[in-house]
């Protein structure tokens, strides 16, 4: 490999802007993920940290700016373009659909993701995949018999099941208790290790302190700081956001 490509940034993210009506969700964002790094996005609710997931994802096309996967432009990309070019996530409101068991939700994702595997391998797939997240519920098991971790598990088999090379987490410890808050971040961390890079939105700090190198601040949809997560959350205008939302 070229000292150019080893140099290259896995993800950038170049002036992204999305409007909802005459709401500027995402203002002109711009930032880079390195090959390997856990980043964290974080931010008031409402700063736009979702909708900039569904604009790296392929849910929600931008109006302005530009996505590069690898140096490659994805910008505009339907979702499972851009599954194939290998991003896949978990988004705050995705649902496990009942209809399908455990294993099912994941080998479904396995057969129409990057790989496009039989129904056999997909469930042979499927069921590696929930071991690798912890999942100990029976694989039959439907979403209504599942613990809200459970749930969680699923998911991020499901984004797992696409091969990606690129992982985005949209508050997937949200809700946890704290023995599965660090299960769950150890999970995190061990898919880092085996070569994943992460984006991860999150709320909860101790999770990005114990994670993430690198951090950028959302608020009012645009960047207000970026860097470590010791020297960007003590920015006095993310302590401002911050302060301002509690208050
Ligand atoms: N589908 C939508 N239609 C209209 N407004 C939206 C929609 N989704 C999000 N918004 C608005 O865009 C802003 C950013 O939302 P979001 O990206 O969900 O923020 P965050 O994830 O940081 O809490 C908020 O003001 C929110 O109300
Ligand atoms: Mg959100």
């Known amino acids: ?38 980043l964290g996005l974080v931010g008031p609710n409402g700063s736009g940290k979702s909708t900039l997931l569904a604009l790296v994802s392929g849910r929600l096309a931008p109006r302005v ?4 996967l690898g ?11 851009v599954c194939r070019a290998g991003i896949a996530g978990t988004f705050q409101l995705a649902r496990i659909p009942d209809a399908l068991d455990a294993r099912d939700n994941v080998a479904v994702a396995a057969m129409y993701g990057r790989r496009r595997l039989g129904i056999a391998a997909a469930r042979a797939e499927a069921d590696r995949l929930l071991d690798r997240v912890g999942f100990t519920a029976p694989r039959a098991a439907h979403g209504s018999a599942l613990t809200y971790f459970d749930h969680k598990r699923i ?26 808050l660090e299960a769950g971040i150890t999970l995190v961390r061990s898919l880092n290790a085996d ?21 950028v601040v959302l608020s009012a949809g645009r960047v207000i700081a970026a860097g470590t997560p010791d020297a960007a959350l003590a920015d006095p205008g993310v302590v401002r956001v911050y302060l301002g939302e509690a208050a």
Do not use: K, Y
């Open 195 to 215: 070569g994943l890079t992460i984006v991860m939105v999150e709320h909860v700090m101790h999770a990005i302190r114990s994670l993430c190198a690198h951090v």
């Open 155 to 180: 998911e991020l088999a499901r984004a797992l099941a696409c091969d990606p090379g690129l992982l985005l987490l949209d508050e997937w410890l949200a809700g946890l208790n704290p023995t599965e």
């Open 1 to 38: 490999m070229t000292a150019g490509r080893a140099s290259q940034p896995l993800l950038e993210v170049r002036e992204l802007t999305h409007h909802f009506g005459g709401l500027a969700a995402v203002d002109g964002v711009s930032f880079t993920v390195e090959r390997s790094e856990v």
């Open 71 to 81: 140096g490659t432009i994805i910008t505009g990309l339907t979702p499972e373009a």
């Open 65 to 68: 700016g530009e996505v590069r």
